[in-house]
């Protein structure tokens, strides 16, 4: 059976497809270029929430990014074979 959690799963690996992942990595862009110089310089209360922010912010950037270069790269180098299980390597990487 296919379930919600296939679907969100096949979506969390293609996520350098369809118009939600471009628009939620651009969003990340942006909330990361201005939360990254506050992260520096908030004073004391503002430090961990910063923080967490960045840290969950940073590896989905991360994710989506590298999945947009595997799409790009993996078939010239590697072969269309290959375009299939890259993503999933990369989701056990990030």
Not at 7 to 14: A, E, F, G, R, V
Not at 46 to 60: G, K
Request: glycine content about 12%; proline content about 7%.
């Amino acid at each position: 059976t296919t379930g919600r959690g296939s679907t969100m799963l096949s979506q969390i690996i293609k996520a350098d497809h369809g118009f939600l992942g471009v628009r939620f990595y651009h969003m990340l862009n942006l909330g990361l270029l201005g939360l990254t110089p506050v992260a520096f310089v908030a004073p004391q209360p503002l430090t961990f929430v910063c923080d967490m922010a960045v840290a969950i912010a940073l590896p989905l950037h991360g994710h989506i990014g590298m999945n947009y270069v595997l799409t790009d790269y993996v078939p010239k180098v590697f072969g269309k074979a290959a375009r299939g299980p890259a993503p999933i390597v990369m989701l056990g990487v990030t």
